[in-house]
């Protein structure tokens, strides 16, 4: 049965090599592709042209400390986004990013807080599409809405229908073309419009 971890696309920011050893250790029981890059510049542009699932900065990174780059992943894709901190940079950091929808952790991490922390950064994420799909869904409810008013509007003006007369009207052509409503409108907006 398939799960919310199949098929995760993982990109991983670390300028040490111990530190990514690490990380795609921990993180083997995932059964992701991993995207492995040291430099948050590397980094920004597969951002740029790639999804990812799941985003982990392990700072400080060669070119940057790190948490700009975190920030930018959690502003620019639905992606779960990880920063792993130094304990004595954690306490300032931390907060800060919160506040952009990045999860810090403190290094060195406590046995079991990364898979945590990664299921619940998934699990955010699946939240995040849910509601963009239902936020998508709504937007083209309210567009079809605008172009029906709009298309009645068009036919009390130029053909002096009431609205009752033009919502039965727009309603019983798209059931009789098999069209949507919206469709419909758009036609008849088409035709009064010019």
């Known amino acids: 049965m398939p799960t919310a971890y199949d098929d995760l696309r993982i ?6 090599e111990k530190g990514r050893d690490f990380l795609l250790g921990a993180l083997k029981a995932f059964h992701a592709q991993f995207v492995s890059l040291s430099a ?13 699932d799941l985003v982990l900065v392990n700072a400080p990174l060669r070119d940057e400390f790190g948490a700009d780059l975190a920030v930018h992943a ?3 894709a639905y992606a779960g986004v990880l920063l792993l901190l130094r304990a004595d940079a954690y306490d300032q950091i931390a907060a800060q990013v919160a506040d952009q929808g990045v999860l ?3 290094k060195p991490i406590p ?4 898979d945590q922390a990664v299921r619940i950064s998934l699990a955010t994420r699946q939240r995040l599409l849910r509601a963009q799909k239902k936020t998508e869904s ?4 309210m567009e079809e809405v605008r172009l029906v008013n709009r298309a009645k509007l068009l036919l009390i003006q130029k053909l002096g ?6 919502h039965r009207l727009i309603e019983k052509q798209a ?13 008849l907006i088409r035709t009064y419009e010019n």
Do not use: C, N, W, Y
Not at 138 to 141: A, G, S, T, V, Y
Not at 175 to 187: E, G, K, S, V
């Open 175 to 187: 059931m009789d073309m098999r069209r949507t409503r919206a469709d419909i409108a758009a036609d």
């Open 161 to 166: 229908m009431t609205e009752a007369a033009a």
């Open 138 to 141: 709504l937007q083209k409810k």
């Open 104 to 106: 810090a952790i403190p």
């Open 11 to 16: 990109l991983i920011v670390s300028s040490s």
């Open 74 to 76: 959690a502003d620019d």
């Open 40 to 52: 948050a510049s590397d980094a920004r542009v597969r951002l740029s042209f790639e999804r990812f």
């Open 111 to 114: 046995h079991g807080l990364l």
